[in-house]
């Protein structure tokens, strides 16, 4: 039986096609590698999204108690511009102040020697 050369040339339509399908595929196959590895690697991939996700969620719990602490510290300042008895308490409690007039007495602790027995 004689080989000829003529019959180891794939030239039909169908192996044409065939390889084109690999062909197709592989780089079908490819783009999906890539783009997985983009998807779990890349700069926006799920662990940088997670991450940021929890940043966020921090960020906005710290701007919940911010806010608490803002409206807690404007009523204070407003019962101060308002009220005059909350700024004599505060100047008395913070700063010592007393009216003229009044005595001020200091009561310390009795003394204690080096053993801690007063």
Same mark, same amino acid.
């Given at each position: ?5 003529? +019959? #180891? ?12 399908? &690999? @062909?197709?595929? +592989? @780089?079908? =196959?490819?783009?999906?590698? +890539?783009? $997985? ?6 700069? +926006?991939? =799920?662990? %940088?999204? @997670?991450?940021?996700?929890? &940043?966020?969620? *921090?960020? $906005?719990?710290?701007?919940?108690? !911010? /806010? %608490?602490?803002? /409206?807690?510290?404007?009523? %204070?300042?407003? @019962? =101060? ?8 308490? &505060? #100047?008395?409690?913070? !700063? ?11 009561? =310390?602790?009795?003394? $204690?020697? *080096? *053993?801690?027995?007063?």
């Amino acid at each position: 039986m004689p080989t000829h050369p003529i +019959a #180891a040339v794939p030239n039909s339509d169908s192996e044409r096609g065939r390889l084109l399908a &690999r @062909a197709t595929i +592989a @780089a079908l =196959l490819l783009a999906l590698v +890539a783009l $997985q590895l983009r998807l779990w690697t890349g700069a +926006a991939s =799920l662990a %940088e999204v @997670a991450t940021l996700e929890a &940043r966020v969620s *921090a960020q $906005q719990a710290e701007n919940r108690r !911010l /806010a %608490e602490q803002n /409206a807690l510290l404007e009523t %204070e300042v407003r @019962a =101060l511009k308002e009220d005059p008895d909350s700024l004599e308490a &505060r #100047a008395r409690s913070e !700063l010592g102040m007393i009216r003229e007039g009044e005595t001020f007495f200091m009561v =310390l602790p009795p003394a $204690q020697d *080096a *053993a801690g027995e007063p």
